[in-house]
Every structure is written in structure tokens, then in C-alpha cells.
């Protein structure tokens, strides 16, 4: 089984900052990618980040300049920092990997159960 440790979420004001952490586990032999899905209300689930173990991440138009994903893969661990954070990133955050899991012999993407990211005054 794979297991997503997620924090960093929470309530800031329109401006403000939050830095989210993710650290997967189990019983996995390679991660291929990582990153960070969100899903608000009403919405469809959207890719916020992702990367591989090097080379630039991929983000999604409306975080580009305010948000970082930083990965280090040798210990499981992604980072997102998220700065000018408005009202509409208001949403779950999931953290998504990638992984060959040992017990089920191949490929799989996997999410973790989400942490809440509010903006509000």
C-alpha cells in the first residue's frame, strides 16, 4: 500500500502565504512523478504542479510566479510553496505520485486525501 502524509494547509488572508509539504511511503520501488492536484467546490479536480525527479516542474496557468513545487524524491518528499494566494486557490490540495508499488507489480497514480486551503478575509 502507498501512504500520503500531507500538511501545511490551512486559512490566510488574499495575499498571504502557505507552504504545503507531502511525504509518501510504502512499499515502492520508483516514483516516475509527483505533485499536487486541487480540487474547490463545484470544480473538477486540476493539476496545480507536477515533476519529475529533475528538470523544471509543470504548472497550471494561474499559479505560474506564485507557486514552487520543490521535490526531493530520494525521500519521498514534495514541497509546494504558494505565495499571493487569492480566493479562487481556495480548495482541497492532493498530493499525487506516480509510483511501481512492489506488491501490485506495476504502475499506478496514487493521491493522498487532501489537505484544505482557505483564502478569506
Known amino acids: 500500500q502507498v501512504h500520503f502524509v500531507e500538511s501545511g494547509g490551512g486559512l490566510v488572508q488574499p495575499g498571504g502565504s502557505l507552504n504545503l509539504s507531502c511525504i509518501v511511503s510504502?512499499?515502492?520501488?520508483?516514483?516516475?512523478?509527483m505533485g499536487w492536484y486541487r480540487q474547490a467546490p463545484g470544480k473538477e479536480r486540476e493539476l496545480v504542479a507536477i515533476?519529475?525527479?529533475?528538470?523544471?516542474?509543470r504548472y497550471e496557468a494561474s499559479v505560474k510566479g506564485r507557486f514552487t513545487l520543490s521535490r526531493d524524491f530520494a525521500r519521498k518528499t514534495i514541497y509546494l510553496e504558494m505565495n499571493n494566494l487569492n480566493p479562487e486557490d481556495t480548495a482541497v490540495y492532493s498530493c499525487?505520485?506516480?509510483?511501481?508499488?512492489?506488491?501490485?507489480?506495476?504502475?499506478?497514480?496514487?493521491w493522498g486525501q487532501g489537505t484544505q486551503v482557505t483564502i478569506s478575509t
Open positions: 510504502g512499499n515502492i520501488l520508483n516514483i516516475a512523478t
Open positions: 499525487y505520485a506516480h509510483i511501481f508499488e512492489i506488491d501490485a507489480r506495476q504502475w499506478a497514480d496514487y
Open positions: 515533476g519529475k525527479s529533475s528538470g523544471s516542474p
